[in-house]
T-cell receptor
Framework: GAVVSQHPSWVICKSGTSVKIECRSL??????MFWYRQFPKQSLMLMAT?????????EQGVEKDKFLINHASLTLSTLTVTSAHPEDSSFYIC????????????FGSGTRLTVV | EDQVTQSPEALRLQEGESSSLNCSYT??????LFWYRQDPGKGPEFLFT???AGEEKEKERLKATLTKKESFLHITAPKPEDSATYLC?????????FGRGTQLTVWP
């Protein structure tokens, strides 16, 4: 139980285009979802926290106009990287808090974004 | 200022050689200390949640312990399949703060 499905696993896009990453909670309702970015051999850096039906809260230094987050339902949150540039290439991971079964945060499998 | 520090950064063990990973933290209002395993190109996989000093949890060859300022992940008689990056995170104010992780390699 408590599975978060993230798609796509990897994506290559041209500079200037937009890319959407989806994160779905398969067997529970996720009121709050989190989006992280991870560089090689680095820690997970929280980008934003999204709450169902309301605007996302972005961490300091994260451009909200570049990283659009939508959490329209209790099972789906999306991250759209707009006008992507090579420096946006990274590993993006979503997460949701689970309070049933075990008290923890479950993570998606991640999306490797490469902007060329 | 780092709030979560993990050591060592990398650890190489021979199969069967037990060891411990350390996670020290400086956050107020701790709402859980979490351990995760991360394989290359994958998202973190949940291992344990600890809430209070003195608490211990075990799963197969792994045992996690918690004091007021640090946590240890003990690995007993590791196998090559235990090779991964082990991440520690502290929960506070409704979010997680992660350490940089310990990259564990277990060779036969």
């Amino acid at each position: 139980g408590a599975v978060v499905s993230q798609h796509p696993s990897w994506v290559i896009c041209k500079s200037g285009t937009s890319v959407k990453i989806e994160c779905r909670s398969l067997d529970f309702q996720a009121t709050t979802m989190f989006w992280y970015r991870q560089f090689p051999k680095q820690s997970l850096m929280l980008m934003a926290t999204s709450n169902e039906g309301s605007k996302a809260t972005y961490e300091q230094g994260v451009e909200k106009d570049k990283f659009l987050i939508n959490h329209a339902s209790l099972t789906l949150s999306t991250l759209t990287v707009t006008s992507a540039h090579p420096e946006d290439s990274s590993f993006y991971i979503c997460s949701a808090r689970v309070v049933r079964g075990y008290d923890g945060y479950t993570f998606g499998s991640g999306t490797r974004l490469t902007v060329v | 200022e780092d709030q979560v520090t993990q050591s060592p950064e990398a650890l190489r063990l021979q199969e069967g050689e037990s060891s411990s990973l350390n996670c020290s933290y400086t956050v107020s209002g701790l709402r859980g200390l979490f351990w995760y395993r991360q394989d290359p190109g994958k998202g973190p996989e949940f291992l344990f949640t600890l809430y209070s000093a003195g608490e211990e949890k075990e799963k197969e060859r792994l045992k996690a312990t918690l004091t007021k300022k640090e946590s240890f992940l003990h690995i007993t008689a590791p196998k090559p399949e235990d090779s991964a990056t082990y991440l520690c995170a502290v929960g506070t104010l409704g979010r997680l703060y992660f350490g940089r992780g310990t990259q564990l390699t277990v060779w036969p």
